[in-house]
């Protein structure tokens, strides 16, 4: 069964500091998500790549966040800057061109401390 | 962001009886529809979908049926098993030609299956 695979499991960083949290998607899927689920809330949509770009962001993906698919297998999100309330779980899926097979990860414990 | 929704948090059955989780959803741009499993520390699941162009698909043991007209789903898990027991996630999507599908999140239902 592919699957999408998430390095670190869990990451423990310093306020202000900037972390990369990365991702391997699955290898045919073309579309690739970063989501996060603050504890107790609702899994949350940042951002969708596609094609190189990004296809859409929400309104948490702003300038202290970035995505990069820097050599066509990883897929990674940084953090700038980190803030206490950017400790959450965050999880990075793909889908294929049929829009089958929505996989995620199993996610990167960012903790801000 | 209440385009999703869970109403009920938690759900216990006996094993061997029917799981019905429920989820409502406000947006009519969606057209497809997802259930998630999710276990503490992991990523979710996929366990079935639908595409608002049915009203039933049917997997095993699971089954998710769309009301459009009401705007609700439901995902009926039969003979529930002990090793269901986890965070049951509803998540919708409209389709986008550039991002392909933004999923948006229910809250979860907690399901105990006892024995």
């Known amino acids: 069964e592919p699957e999408v695979t998430q390095t670190p499991s869990h990451q423990v960083t310093q306020m202000g500091q900037e972390v990369i949290l990365r991702c391997v998607p699955i290898s045919n899927h073309l579309y690739f998500y970063w989501y996060r689920q603050i504890l107790g809330q609702k899994v949350e949509f940042l951002v969708s790549?596609?094609?190189?770009?990004?296809?859409?962001k929400s309104e948490i993906f702003d300038d202290q966040f970035s995505v990069e698919r820097p050599d066509g297998s990883n897929f990674t999100l940084k953090i700038r800057s980190t803030k206490l309330e950017d400790s959450a779980m965050y999880f990075c899926?793909?889908?294929?061109?049929?829009?089958?097979?929505?996989?995620f990860g199993s996610g990167t414990r960012l903790t801000v401390v | 962001d209440q385009q999703v929704k869970q109403n009920s948090p938690s759900l216990s059955v006996q094993e061997g009886r029917i799981s019905i989780l429920n989820c409502d959803y406000t947006n009519s741009m969606f057209d497809y529809f997802l259930w998630y499993k999710k276990y503490p520390a992991e990523g979710p699941t996929f366990l079935i979908s639908i595409s608002s162009i049915k009203d039933k698909n049917e997997d095993g043991r699971f089954t998710v049926f769309l009301n459009k007209s009401a705007k609700h789903l439901s995902l009926h898990i039969v003979p529930s098993q002990p090793g269901d027991s986890a965070v049951y996630f509803c998540a919708a999507s409209a389709v986008r030609e550039t991002s392909g599908s933004r999923l948006t999140f229910g809250e979860g239902t907690q399901l105990t299956v006892n024995p």
């Open positions: 899926a793909s889908m294929g061109p049929a829009r089958d097979g929505y996989t």
């Open positions: 790549f596609y094609n190189n770009e990004i296809s859409e």
